[in-house]
């Protein structure tokens, strides 16, 4: 007979292999700027939720509704009670897809938004990137192994079918609270490797790693991280056409996901 910790580990195995299996019917996205979001509410004809599956008194917003065969859930962070502005930020994104993912229990998750692109990469104002890996790069910790948690590099879940099919660009994403760019973290950015720089995803990988949910991340490029324009400057300038490019991406995501299992992305 095999041991019990044998056992456990085919048990589970098995239980992701169901998974896998079976088709996706509840995504949620999370965006974190509502002028991301909005689009995409239009486009899946999806309305805000009156009775909120979140805690009584937080600014988070869930636009949901049917489309194709899939219940489709948009999530964004709000507004900052105190200032008004939308919640960006690694804190306000895993909170939110923590409480998402425990009230809506989803067979995959989306984070769609823009992103800063090194043009050292390949990156062009408008691409849209899905991304291979995330990590951190404003969380340094040089002791011995806290140093690897800081960084915190995750693979996301692998779609080789959809890149195939939908010929998006690859690369790697970093993470930071800042939408500048300091030099010790211009030196962790070239250390993770990253095309794409953004404010959100790592954080959302953490949480739906250790909630065991799938997830991938759409980035669509807004400014040039190294090029020769301010990037707050930049950022303003494309948001809303490289939205709009953003919005086509992720309507071609959740296209091609509809009808499908996991295991066929």
Known sequence: ???QDDRSDVAEETMVSQAQRKPISTIV????????ALPLVNKFQLTEDVDSVFPKGVPWVRYHGFYKDLNINIIWPGKDTTLGVDSVGTISASLVTYASIQALQPDLLINAGTAGGFKAK??????????S?????????????FDQYGVGLRRT??????LKELNLKVGRLSTGDSLDMSQPDEAAIMENDATVK????????YVADLLSVPAVFVKAVTDIVDGDK???????QNLVAVTAALGQSVTQVVDFISGKCLSDL
């Open 1 to 3: 007979m095999a041991p």
């Open 29 to 36: 996205i999370v965006i974190a700027m509502q002028t991301e």
């Open 122 to 131: 390949g990156a062009c104002i408008g691409d849209v990137f899905l991304a």
């Open 133 to 145: 890996e995330v990590a951190f790069h404003d969380r340094r910790i040089p002791i011995p192994v």
């Open 157 to 162: 879940f692998q779609t080789p079918n959809l």
């Open 198 to 205: 953004d404010m959100e995803g790592a954080a959302i990988a």
């Open 230 to 236: 301010p990037t707050a400057e930049e950022f303003l």
